[in-house]
C-alpha cells in the first residue's frame, strides 16, 4: 500500500527559530494535508493543498504540494510555544480502493524552548 | 456544536474480552471513519463508512467489526480483544469521502489491552 516518510522525526528549537518538517510518498496523491495534534486530543487540520505546485499559507505556517505529487513540505516561522504538539503529513488519493483513505506519514514531534 | 464526541476515553480490557467504542457526530456530514493510532506509526485506517448504510474495510480491519447506526453515529467493536490491539482510537468524520471535504477528528479513545 502506499506509504510516507516524514521527517524529521522530532526537532527541538529555541522560540523564534523557524522550522520545517517534509514528507515524501511512493506514489502521487490528489491532496495533501497537514495536521497537529496536542496531548489528549485529536489531530486538528492546520492546511489542506489541492494543486501540484500550490503554495498555501494560513498564518505563520506555510505548506506546499510538490509538483511531482509525491511530496509536501510545512514550514513554521518565528516558533512560539503554543507550536508545541505532534505535526502529520496526510495524503489522499481520489481514485481506485484507495477512494477517501487518507494515508499518514509517522509525525513531528516539535517542542519549542522558551 | 460538540463536534466529533467519542466514549469512553479510556478504557482498559483483557485479552478475550468485548467491547465497543461509541462515535458521534452532529454536523450532519455523510462519512465516517475509523483510526487507530500507534507510537511511530501515524494513524492508520481501520473502516469507514462513505455514507449511511455502507461501510468498507481500511487498511488495519482484521479484529474488528462496524456499525453505522445513523448518519449520526458509527461504533467500532472489538470482539475478542489482544495486547496488539491497545492502541489510541480516533473517530473522524467528513461532508462526502471527497478529497476535497475535510476529515474533523474526535478526541480519541485510549485502549489498553492487558
Known amino acids: 500500500g502506499q506509504q510516507l516518510n516524514q521527517s524529521p522525526q522530532s526537532m527541538f528549537i529555541q522560540e523564534g527559530e523557524d522550522v520545517s518538517m517534509n514528507c515524501t510518498s511512493s506514489s502521487i496523491f490528489n491532496t495533501w494535508l497537514w495536521y497537529k495534534q496536542e496531548p489528549g486530543e485529536g489531530p486538528v487540520l492546520l492546511i489542506a493543498?489541492?494543486?501540484?505546485?500550490e503554495l498555501t499559507s494560513n498564518g505563520r505556517l506555510t505548506a506546499q504540494f510538490g509538483i511531482t505529487r509525491k511530496d509536501s513540505f510545512l514550514n513554521i516561522s518565528a516558533s512560539i510555544p503554543s507550536d508545541v504538539g505532534i505535526y502529520f503529513c496526510?495524503?489522499?488519493?481520489?481514485?481506485?480502493?484507495?477512494?477517501?483513505?487518507?494515508?499518514f506519514g509517522q509525525g513531528t514531534i516539535l517542542t519549542v524552548h522558551p | 456544536n460538540a463536534g466529533v464526541t467519542q466514549t469512553p476515553k479510556f478504557q482498559v480490557l483483557k485479552t478475550g474480552q468485548s467491547m465497543t467504542l461509541q462515535c458521534a457526530q452532529d454536523?450532519?456530514?455523510?462519512?465516517m471513519y475509523w483510526y487507530r493510532q500507534d507510537p511511530g506509526m501515524g494513524l492508520r485506517l481501520i473502516y469507514y463508512s462513505a455514507s449511511e448504510g455502507t461501510t468498507d474495510k481500511g487498511e488495519v480491519p482484521n479484529g474488528y467489526n462496524v456499525s453505522r447506526l445513523n448518519k449520526r453515529e458509527f461504533s467500532l467493536r472489538l470482539e475478542s480483544a489482544a495486547p496488539s490491539q491497545t492502541s489510541v482510537y480516533f473517530c473522524?468524520?467528513?461532508?462526502?469521502?471527497?478529497?476535497?471535504?475535510?476529515?474533523?477528528f474526535g478526541p480519541g479513545t485510549r485502549l489498553t489491552v492487558l
Open positions: 496526510a495524503g489522499q488519493w481520489a481514485g481506485g480502493t484507495s477512494y477517501g483513505k487518507l494515508t
Open positions: 493543498l489541492y494543486k501540484a505546485g
Open positions: 473522524a468524520s467528513s461532508y462526502t469521502v471527497s478529497s476535497t471535504d475535510t476529515q474533523y
Open positions: 454536523m450532519n456530514h455523510n462519512s
